[in-house]
Each structure stands twice: as C-alpha cells, then as structure tokens.
C-alpha cells in the first residue's frame, strides 16, 4: 500500500480563510516534502521537514511533523485564489532510496 | 521555469504507434526520473537513472523503454501502447539519487492519450 495517504481529499474554502491537509504515512522516514501542482501541470516543491524536526515555515506555509503518529500537516495562511492546485506529501526512506507520494488534496480558493 | 523542459506536452498515438518522450534538465543534477500519473492514483515511480546508470526498474511493462544518454537527456520510448497507457508522464532531476534530500524537480509533463 501507499506509503503517504492525504487527507481530505478535496477542501473547498473562501480566499483568506486558512488551508489545512494531513498526511499520514506507515514507516520510518528521513524527510517529508510537499509539493503543488497546478491542473496538468508539473509538480513544484514547496518545503522539506526532516525527521529531526517538528515544525518549518515558509511564508504563509507551515508544516509539521509528528513522527510517533506518523503524520504530518500543511497549513496555508490566509489562502489566495492562486493557492488553488492539488497538494502532495512525499516521504523519503533514504534505506528504500525511493520517495513515495500520496494520492494528494485538492484545494480550491474562492475568490 | 523549474530548469526541466519536456516534449512533446501533449501526444496523441494509435496503439500500434512507436513515439519518444524527451526529458532535459539544465541544473547539473546527475539522477533522473519518469513518473506515470492517472486520474485517481498516486504517483507511480517507473524509472530511476543516476549517473545514466538505471537503478530502478518498478517492473514496467517493456512497452515503455528508457534511455539515459547522458546525465542532461531522458527519454522514453513508447511501442504498442494501450489505452490504459494514457496519463501525464512527469520526468524529474534531483542531485543525487533519493538517498540523499530526495528533493525532486518536476518538468510540465507530456500528456499522452493512446486511442
């Protein structure tokens, strides 16, 4: 089974109203990232957190890590219209040598 | 502009078709990468190249064939696709292999439709 799973899947929000996706993963991890993807486009990384630490920002996005539950969170601060794409969590194994990604959040700002 | 170009963007082939993919990076990464996307499932990892060695083989069919000329070039070589084949191929580079930060630099991805 897949190693990163978001959650939800789909979030629909009014624009300055804040984002929050979940990811939850199954076995150890050296990092996490995620990335953006625009509709049908490539995807863009955003931000790498390392098993060693518990939270990381950068500009209006924050994550978090909790390696005892296996989770992880993005949180965008006062969303954009702009911020509409789907949103990826990978996890890299470096053991594996691979990075697993899940199935993703779509967001959808409203203006 | 991520520094990872790929052609065509869209490719539209019968099943009998034989059509190549072109993947080329401009930031001196020396592994690169295929994914297969499809409506509803997760990024599926087909192929990793690093040093223009292949190092993973996610048990592709053989009708999607890999090459590496060189550290810059990817290609993927397609021959009697099936419908099913139809998806977004997203080609990535990143600086080392996944061993290392495992941050992936994605280019825009050719949709290919197979009719």
């Known amino acids: 089974s897949q190693q990163g799973e978001e959650d939800p899947q789909a979030l629909s929000i009014q624009e300055g109203e804040n984002a929050t996706m979940n990811c939850s993963y199954k076995t150890s991890i050296n990092n996490l990232q995620w990335y953006r993807q625009n509709s049908g486009r490539g995807l863009v990384h955003l931000i790498l957190i390392r098993s060693n630490e518990r939270e990381k920002h950068s500009g209006r996005l924050r994550v978090t890590l909790d390696t005892s539950k296996k989770s992880s969170s993005l949180l965008i601060t006062a969303s954009r219209a702009a911020d509409t794409a789907s949103y990826f969590c990978a996890t890299v194994n470096t053991n594996a040598g691979k990075s697993t990604f899940g199935d993703g959040t779509t967001l959808t700002v409203k203006p | 502009e991520t520094g990872v170009t790929q052609t065509p963007r869209h490719l539209v082939m019968g099943m009998t078709n034989k059509k190549s993919l072109k993947c080329e990076q401009h930031l001196g990464h020396n592994a690169m990468y295929w994914y297969k996307q499809s409506a509803k499932k997760p990024l599926e990892l087909m192929f990793v190249?690093?040093?223009?060695?292949?190092?993973e083989n996610n048990s592709v069919p053989s009708r999607f064939s890999p090459e590496c000329p060189n550290s810059s070039h990817l290609f993927l070589h397609l021959h009697t696709l099936q419908p099913e084949d139809s998806a977004l191929y997203l080609c990535?580079?990143?600086?080392?292999?996944?061993?290392?930060?495992?941050?992936?630099?994605f280019g825009e991805g050719s949709r290919l439709t197979v009719l």
């Open positions: 190249y690093s040093l223009e060695e292949r190092v």
């Open positions: 990535a580079s990143s600086q080392g292999t996944m061993g290392q930060t495992g941050e992936l630099f």
